[in-house]
């Protein structure tokens, strides 16, 4: 199999999948480990504000 056949989208493989990859040898950790350096860091949203997002789902809270 060439390198080309054998790339894969990460993003789209629950986490128990790659992990299963990685320990079959399917995917190495060094392809792994790059895919993750290639994500973009995003500090937009640091915090999280649960108001809001109850409010946007449409969520009552009974208290």
Do not use: H, P, Q, W
């Amino acid at each position: 199999m060439d390198k080309e056949e054998k790339k894969m989208n990460f993003s789209e493989i629950d986490t128990r999948t790659i992990e299963r990859k990685l320990k079959s040898g399917e995917i190495t950790e060094e392809e792994y480990k790059k895919y993750l350096d290639s994500l973009e860091e995003c500090s937009e949203y640091d915090t999280v504000d649960e108001d809001a997002l109850i409010k946007e789902a449409g969520i009552k809270r009974n208290y």
